[in-house]
C-alpha cells in the first residue's frame, strides 16, 4: 500500500494523532522550561526581570503574528512540509540558546528566531489539522492532543529542568533540550500526510457526511472577520493567552519571591500538568456533550478563581490549590475554540482562522509577560499583573456566555439528504 493510500483510509488519522501528541510533547515542553531558568539567566547575564520578560515577550508576539500567514500555507500547500522545516528550526535554535554571551544574542536566538520557528510548529495549528481529521469527537481529540503538550511540561519542567540547570547550566541544557526536539519532534512531522484527503475523493479524512452548510460557513477567511462570534471566541482567547503566559513564565518566581525552594515550585507546576492532562480530556468530552461556549465561560471563570486566591493567600497550600484547580482548566480553552471557529466557519479555513485566533492570544500573552516583569521592577511583587488577570478572566467568562453557538454552528444543524438517497 502507498503512502497516499495510507492517508486516505480513515484509521491514519490515529496516527497523525500520535505524531501531533510527540511533537506538542516535546516543543510545548522545552518552551515551558524559561520559567525554571528565568532567575538564573537574569543572574548570568547582569540584567533585569523587565528586560529578560521583553525577550521571551517578543517571542510570543512574533508567534502570534505569524500564525495566520502559517495558518494559510497549512491550507493551501498541507502541513508536513510546514511542521517539518519549522519544528527543524526550532531544535536548532533552542541548541544555539547555549551559546548566548549577551542579552541581545538571546534576543535575536530566542526572541526572534524560536518564536518564528513557534509559528509554524504551534498547538493550535496541530490542533486545527487534528480537527480536520476528526469530526467525531473532535474536541476530545484535540483534548488527547493538548494532554501531550502537557505531558511535556510535566516531564521537562517538574522533573527535568531542575535537574537539569543543578548539573548542566542552563546553556548546557539548551544544547541538550533541542537535540531532543531533532531527534523526537521532526520524524513524527514526517508522519504527517502533504495533504489532507479532498472531499468527495474516496473515504474523507473524518468520515464526514454532507451536511447543511451553517450560516456563517465561508470560502474566505477574511469574510469570518465581519461578524460576532469570531470576535467574541477570538477576545476571550485573548485573555486567556494572558493568564497561560503569566503563570507559564512567572509562576515559579512568583513561588521562589515568597520564600519557597525552587522544587518545590517546580512540584507545584508539574502536578498543575498532570491535572491539566486530566482536564484538558474532560474539557474534550463535556465540549462535545454540553456545548464549545459553556466549556470555556466555566473555564475562564474557574481560572479566575485560582489567580485570586493565589493573590490573596500566602500559604504553601495556595501554590498547589492553584495547580489542581488551576490545572484542569489549563488547557481546557484551545478544543473548544478550535471546534467552535471550525464549525461556524467551515475547515476550509480553519487552519488560517486558527492563526487568527492565535495572533489574540499570543499578543495577550507578550503583553502579560512583559508588564508582568516591568511592574515586578516597579513594585517588587506581583500583585497588579495578578489582579489584572482576574478582572481580565471575569470579562472573557461573560463573553463566551454570549456566544450564540446553536444558532451558528454546524452541529446543530440538520443533515442534509445523501446524494445516493441512503
Keep these: 500500500m502507498t503512502p497516499t493510500q495510507h492517508t486516505q483510509q480513515p484509521t491514519y488519522r490515529w496516527v497523525i494523532l500520535v505524531a501531533a501528541c510527540v511533537m506538542g510533547f516535546i516543543t510545548i515542553g522545552t518552551r515551558s522550561t524559561v520559567s525554571s531558568f528565568l532567575k538564573t539567566i537574569i543572574a548570568d547575564l547582569g540584567t533585569n526581570r523587565e528586560t529578560i520578560s521583553f525577550v521571551v515577550a517578543t517571542n510570543i508576539w512574533l508567534s502570534g503574528f505569524l500564525q495566520p500567514f502559517a495558518g494559510r500555507f497549512m491550507d493551501r500547500c498541507g502541513a508536513r512540509g510546514l511542521f517539518t522545516v519549522s519544528i527543524a528550526l526550532y531544535g536548532l535554535c533552542i541548541g544555539l540558546i547555549g551559546l548566548t554571551h549577551s542579552v541581545w544574542y538571546l534576543f535575536v536566538v530566542y526572541g526572534v528566531l524560536v518564536g518564528a520557528a513557534s509559528a509554524g510548529a504551534s498547538m493550535s495549528l496541530a490542533n486545527a ?205 484551545p478544543p473548544s475554540v478550535t471546534s467552535l471557529t471550525g464549525e461556524i466557519y467551515g475547515m476550509r479555513t480553519l487552519g488560517t482562522l486558527s492563526g487568527v485566533s492565535v495572533v489574540g492570544h499570543q499578543i495577550g500573552g507578550g503583553l502579560s509577560v512583559w508588564l508582568a516583569g516591568k511592574f515586578y521592577d516597579l513594585t517588587g511583587n506581583y500583585d497588579i499583573s495578578f489582579t489584572l488577570a482576574v478582572i481580565a478572566l471575569v470579562g472573557a467568562s461573560l463573553v463566551s456566555f454570549g456566544i450564540a453557538e446553536r444558532r451558528y454552528s454546524i452541529r446543530y444543524m440538520t443533515p442534509a439528504p445523501s446524494v445516493t438517497g441512503d
Excluded at 473532535?138 to 548539573?167: E, Q
Excluded at 493568564?243 to 508539574?270: K, M, N, Q, Y
Excluded at 456545548?291 to 495556595?318: D, N, P, S
Aim: hydrophobic content about 55%.
Design 129 to 333: 489539522l487534528v480537527a480536520q481529521w476528526f469530526r467525531d469527537w473532535r474536541a476530545f481529540a484535540m483534548g488527547i492532543n493538548n494532554a501531550g503538550g502537557a505531558v511535556g511540561t510535566l516531564f521537562l519542567v517538574g522533573t527535568m529542568s531542575p535537574w537539569l540547570l543543578s548539573t548542566f547550566g542552563w546553556r548546557l541544557s539548551h544544547v541538550y533540550l533541542g537535540a531532543a526536539v531533532l531527534l523526537l519532534a521532526v520524524p513524527m512531522a514526517m508522519l504527517i500526510p502533504r495533504r489532507r484527503a479532498a472531499a468527495g475523493s474516496g473515504p474523507t479524512p473524518a468520515g464526514l457526511q454532507a451536511t447543511v452548510p451553517g450560516p456563517l460557513e465561508t470560502q474566505r477567511w477574511a469574510a469570518a472577520l465581519r461578524s460576532a462570534p469570531l470576535w467574541q471566541i477570538n477576545g476571550g482567547y485573548f485573555v486567556c493567552g494572558m493568564t497561560v503566559s503569566l503563570f507559564t513564565i512567572h509562576f515559579i518566581p512568583f513561588a521562589t519571591d515568597r520564600g519557597f525552594a525552587l522544587e518545590t515550585a517546580a512540584h507545584a507546576f508539574g502536578l498543575m500538568a498532570i491535572c491539566s492532562v486530566v482536564g484538558s480530556l474532560l474539557a474534550g468530552v463535556l465540549a462535545d456533550r454540553i456545548g464549545r461556549k459553556h466549556v470555556l465561560g466555566l473555564a475562564y471563570l474557574i481560572r479566575a478563581c485560582t489567580f485570586a486566591q493565589l493573590l490573596l493567600w500566602h500559604h504553601e497550600m495556595a501554590l498547589y490549590v492553584f495547580a489542581v484547580v488551576g490545572g484542569l482548566v489549563w488547557l481546557a480553552t
